[in-house]
């Protein structure tokens, strides 16, 4: 019989926090979600009875529409749960590409679609499939917080443009000129935005589509938020002003917040067909395919029509309405009227706090949960989401106003 010590060691806890293990370069870099941490925390305290008022989660407080639950159910009681093809079920593969040219006004073929376990994993598998070292990926920040740790796990650098709320969070197109070098791999462009709810009106898109174009510069564009827009703002996709762009571009999307399916971890990608072959080829020895009986629900959300939206979307723009009239009236808090997904971004700059002092202290003496600014590259703003309840939503401001009054 073979001796198996590796098993011995691994099984023994004692004997893993004696061993002093080198970790790869890769994983040596990469920071802990912050927003994981403020979770857990909250959790915590939530768990030894205090009343926490949570802002934030990532997800929307509605549960997933029926019709996506009875197909993923029926897909079950079928035995639908063995192995898929990898990049995605061919009837889904064609929904998304029906959708894109549903709602886009984008030309697909199913082979230049995949589907993955979340819009994450898509993203993940963009940056495995195109980025190397030596490599550069610009990211405007505020950024969605694995935008960076991803690029940087690819072994590429990732480039940060600075914004504030003085332009509405958006960067500029001499900003995009003079960050494109002979480096430069990828330009993430997101649009509605996590965290700050910023969108990028239709001819901006084009003229930062048009630069890359120009200079030959691939474009990731994250389209998760796409269906959750406010006051009349709109959604063009920069793949869809001409051929050149879409050529450009590999959209990325879910199924997660616009259809409440986080834990369903279902995302996709849309891109010229050489990448998405590669992508499956990634997947295929990864994770191979997302689940087989969400791929069912997926398809169900994808076809059916989005009858449940206009009720949430009624609900966010209560909420988003009041909770920005209620932060902008703080002394000392300011706060963009964002245009899209379900994210406030306030500036706390004038109380002199980091906006992780700002949120720690925050949880500890209010028991509100937030995410400090720091987390998405800007340390004078924290993250409220308001896909709480409104009652939520009153309690916990009220108490974000008495912990400012304090500071100032
Ligand atoms: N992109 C953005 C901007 C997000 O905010 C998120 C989730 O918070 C994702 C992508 C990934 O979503 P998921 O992996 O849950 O599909």
Not at 360 to 368: D, G, I, M, Q
Request: aromatic share 8%; glycine share 6%.
């Amino acid at each position: 019989m073979a001796i198996r010590r590796e098993s011995e060691t691994v099984n023994n806890p004692k004997l893993i926090s004696l061993m002093n293990i080198d970790f790869s370069q890769r994983v040596e870099a990469l920071a802990p979600s912050v927003t994981l941490a403020i979770d857990a925390k909250a959790k915590e305290m939530k768990a030894a009875g205090i009343d926490v008022v949570g802002f934030g989660t990532g997800q929307p407080d509605f549960d997933t529409p029926d019709f996506i639950k009875d197909a993923a159910k029926k897909a079950l009681d079928e035995g639908f749960t063995k192995y898929t093809a990898a990049a995605g079920i061919p009837e889904l593969r064609q929904a998304i590409a029906d959708k894109f040219k549903r709602e886009n006004g984008l030309d697909y073929k199913a082979s230049q679609i995949v589907a993955s376990c979340g819009g994450k994993h898509s993203i993940y598998n963009v940056m495995m499939v195109l980025c190397e070292e030596g490599d550069e990926v610009i990211v405007p920040a505020p950024y969605w917080l694995s935008y960076p740790e991803i690029v940087k796990l690819a072994g590429a650098t990732p480039v940060i443009l600075e914004t504030g709320d003085e332009t509405d969070f958006k960067i500029t197109p001499d900003q995009l000129r003079e960050a494109i070098t002979s480096k430069t791999r990828l330009f993430i462009l997101n649009s509605p935005s996590n965290p700050t709810g910023a969108v990028y009106t239709p001819d901006e898109i084009k003229t930062l589509g048009d630069i890359c174009v120009e200079k030959e510069v691939l474009i990731l564009s994250d389209e998760i938020y796409e269906h959750l827009l406010y006051d009349g703002a709109v959604h063009k996709s920069v793949a869809s002003f001409s051929q050149a762009h879409q050529d450009q571009t590999i959209i990325v999307h879910g199924l997660a917040k616009a259809w409440s399916m986080t834990g369903w971890r279902l995302g996709f990608i849309a891109a010229p067909e050489a990448i998405a072959k590669k992508i499956a080829a990634i997947q295929s020895h990864s994770t191979s395919n997302p689940t087989s009986f969400a791929q069912k629900g997926g398809v169900a959300a994808l076809v059916e029509p989005m009858t449940h939206l206009a009720g949430w979307l009624e609900a966010f723009t209560e909420r988003r309405a009041y909770a920005c009239d209620k932060l902008s009236s703080i002394p000392g808090m300011s706060c963009y009227r964002s245009l899209g997904a379900f994210y406030l971004f306030p500036n706390i700059s004038k109380f002199g706090l980091s906006s992780s002092e700002f949120c720690s202290r925050l949880l500890e003496e209010e028991s509100v949960a937030a995410v400090p600014g720091l987390a998405f590259g800007a340390d004078e703003y924290i993250r409220i989401s308001y896909a709480t309840s409104m009652e939520q939503i009153v309690k916990g401001l009220d108490r974000i106003e008495q912990f400012c009054c304090r500071q100032v």
